[in-house]
């Protein structure tokens, strides 16, 4: 049974600091591109991250490079997601998400499990 488990989400001000981390189980973890996704209140689900299987190349959405870095620990199963900088339009679930292979994914259709999400909030 696959799952994706989200944390490290809640409530921050502006300018602040969150990790969200996400514990992969039921697949082969270190065979697959990984990613964030995020879904702004009333808006539709949009790339934030990838990196790929090796955690060797990784690639941030326009929006938040240079302020978030994703990685990944394939001894423990986990990618993570480092975020400074943070800014009220970042307020969003966050979803972490498993891709359909090793490679380098920026769509959703290129994704093949998801968890639940996390929420972070951002105040101004």
């Known amino acids: 049974q696959v799952q994706l488990v989200e944390s490290g989400g809640g409530l921050v001000q502006a300018g602040g600091s969150l990790r969200l981390s996400c514990a992969a189980s039921?697949?082969?973890?270190?065979?697959?591109?990984m990613g964030w996704f995020r879904q702004p209140p009333g808006k539709e689900r949009e790339f934030v991250a990838t990196?790929?299987?090796?955690?060797?190349?990784?690639f941030h959405a326009d929006s938040v490079k240079g302020r978030f870095t994703i990685s990944r620990d394939n001894a423990k199963n986990t990618v993570y997601l480092q975020m400074s900088s943070l800014k009220p339009e970042d307020t969003a679930i966050y979803y972490c998400?498993?891709?359909?292979?090793?490679?380098?994914?920026?769509?959703?259709?290129?994704?093949?499990?998801w968890g639940q999400g996390t929420q972070v909030t951002v105040s101004s």
């Open positions: 998400t498993a891709g359909r292979g090793g490679g380098f994914y920026t769509t959703r259709d290129e994704y093949a499990y």
């Open positions: 990196i790929t299987w090796s955690g060797d190349s990784t």
């Open positions: 039921g697949f082969t973890f270190s065979r697959r591109a």
